[in-house]
């Protein structure tokens, strides 16, 4: 058997642990920049009509007049509190795949011998006693199956938070109540056509003959529909593959014109791109530097460019991707436009181990090896001080450029001069 | 898109290494046979670190057991509460730090500190425990000018 686990509203779960004044209260949490709603609360969805999406000036009265809560996205804090329930869940499940921030799956093909709804719930209670964060857990014999039970866990079975789909009557019946485009791998285009086909539910797609969705749906329907039907096609992942590219690019909060604040954004994201580089061991030869401004401008205001950049050398050094990745944002700029946007996106990365060196480099083996080291003291010390305590001088110190955040909370579970207060009075 | 190559100007050095490793000479330490891993504070007052977290003291109500305002604390989540532990509760919507009592059946959250009062658990307060605190840690030298006031009153008789 297969298992999902989800935490419930994990964002907005994550900030009620910390915060009890946050509970029992509809409240959401913001994209970046304080763009729209991302993770809400149950009173938010049900009582308010708040929407995945709802743009910020949309809920304003609502806030305003008390009814809403909201803070900004604090990643750091959602990051610890993912990183403690998969350590949680490994203790239980040591067959783990992590598949996003709140969801992860696991393979319980060892645990034959085990009541395992009883295993699940236990593991649940625990979880959110030892972190206060509520999850769902849906039992299947395939991924697919898995993700359809943990949604009729979070509808139907509040309560223990778990549903072990084990017999077929039970696997027919969450089939019949769960629409067609809610099916994990079929989405809303292919949705669009089965509902228009007469298929509404995924226990109609499951009655469909297999040509036919293979003819519909080329060969990744043809697996989802398997999956449906209890064969296993979707394999667990257990080791994340190599990141093929690493991107790291925000919306201004207003559009920036000069090049020295663009310089200022671009060099900051690419020290962020260089450092998750460096945190899977690679490097990389080549990338791409690309400006924009906003889309939704008249025809002769708008702008897109994007150059691609290779070195001679196979790098992770934050210095040097940001010297190279400014000479091509200047070859790119135009004076006189109103940019939103400039992002970097770092391609065929390579494990370090693999550099290969050009036979004209002028970079010597020595003088990388003390690069090297000097970025990993420079990680060292912003990893245990803060992520910019160190920082390129290119990254400009204002950054009026930067993500809003105006309702941020605090980071409660890593830094100690933000952890919780405990009335002593 | 366009594609540049960015070289860099310079003068060639690439140099190789003559020797990879710097050279033992000398004796080796006859005790590095012996050499044992570090003492781990975190280890020590962490039983389960998927579930502990911290705390911040602001209030005097705890000082009989140790604890002084602006302590930090260890908060394990992983424990259940036994009468006589200290806990992080939560009544109103706030943390507040206490005592966790049990006695005939009846359920408190005690101050350490004669000036505070009790509160037991009844129809109208409720209360939900947070965390246990096995450990808090306490600045000493933080504590050194109230310590001199009190040497000063000794010996002043």
């Known amino acids: ?425 | 898109m366009k594609e540049i190559t960015l070289f860099r100007r310079g003068t060639a050095e690439t140099l190789i290494p003559l020797y990879a490793e710097s050279i033992h000479a000398g004796f080796e330490s006859p005790a590095a046979d012996y050499e044992e891993e570090k003492i781990d504070l975190n280890a020590y007052v962490t039983k389960y670190p998927a579930a502990t977290f911290y705390a911040r003291v602001a209030g005097e109500c705890m000082i009989g057991s140790g604890i002084f305002p602006d302590d930090i604390l260890v908060v394990d989540r992983s424990l259940t509460p036994n009468s006589g532990d200290i806990v992080v509760g939560i009544i109103d919507n706030e943390f507040i730090l206490r005592s966790y009592y049990k006695k005939n059946g009846k359920e408190y959250l005690m101050p350490d500190n004669k000036y505070f009062k009790p509160i037991e658990r009844n129809e109208t307060t409720q209360f939900e425990i947070w965390g246990v605190v096995p450990h808090s840690v306490l600045d000493q030298r933080r504590r050194n000018s109230a310590r001199l006031n009190r040497f000063e009153q000794v010996l002043r008789g």
Request: charged letters at 25%; hydrophobic letters at 35%; a positive charge.
């Open chain 1, 1 to 425: 058997m297969m298992a999902l686990i989800d935490s419930n509203n994990f964002y907005v779960s994550a900030e009620r642990v910390f915060q009890p004044e946050l509970r029992d209260k509809a409240g959401c949490v913001l994209s970046n920049n304080d763009g729209c709603a991302i993770s809400r609360s149950n009173e938010a969805k049900e009582a308010l009509g708040i929407r995945m999406g709802t743009p910020f000036f949309m809920m304003r009265q609502k806030h305003e007049s008390g009814q809403l809560w909201w803070r900004s996205s604090n990643y750091t804090l959602y990051q610890d509190m993912m990183r403690r329930i998969t350590q949680i869940v490994r203790d239980t499940f040591p067959d783990q795949e992590i598949y996003s921030i709140d969801e992860c799956f696991c393979d319980l093909s060892t645990f034959k011998h085990h009541d395992l709804e009883q295993v699940a719930i236990d593991l649940r209670r625990k979880i959110l006693q030892y972190t206060g964060v509520p999850v769902c857990i849906g039992i299947g014999s395939t991924k697919t199956l898995a993700k359809i039970a943990n949604k009729v866990a979070k509808k139907l079975h509040k309560d223990t938070g778990v549903f072990y789909m084990g017999n077929q009557q039970q696997i027919d019946r969450a089939l019949k109540m769960t629409e067609v485009d809610d099916v994990w791998g079929i989405g809303p285009r292919y949705g669009i056509k089965l509902i228009k086909a007469g298929v509404r539910s995924a226990f109609d797609f499951t009655q469909l003959p297999e040509d036919y969705v293979l003819k519909l749906m080329t060969i990744q329907g043809r697996r989802t529909y398997r999956e449906l039907k209890g064969e296993r096609c979707i394999p667990m992942e257990y080791e994340r593959p190599l990141k093929e590219g690493i991107s790291n690019a925000r919306s201004f909060n207003t559009t920036v014109t000069e090049l020295a604040p663009l310089e200022e954004a671009l060099a900051t994201y690419v020290a962020n791109a260089a450092r998750k580089l460096r945190e899977q061991k690679c490097v990389c030869a080549k990338f791409m530097v690309y400006a924009q401004t906003s889309q939704f401008v008249i025809e002769s205001d708008r702008y897109t460019k994007d150059i691609v950049v290779k070195l001679s050398t196979a790098t992770s050094d934050t210095g040097t991707l940001i010297t190279a990745s400014l000479k091509a944002l200047r070859r790119i700029y135009i004076k006189g436009y109103r940019y939103q946007k400039v992002g970097v996106e770092l391609r065929d990365l390579k494990p370090e181990t693999q550099v290969q060196k050009d036979m004209f480099s002028l970079v010597s083996t020595s003088k990388f090896n003390k690069l090297q080291q000097a970025m990993a003291a420079v990680d060292h010390i912003n990893k245990n001080h803060g992520r910019n305590t160190i920082i390129h001088g290119a990254m400009g110190f204002e950054k009026k450029w930067a993500m809003r955040q105006e309702f941020l909370s605090r980071k409660f579970t890593t830094r100690m001069e933000d952890v919780i207060v405990v009335k002593a009075i």
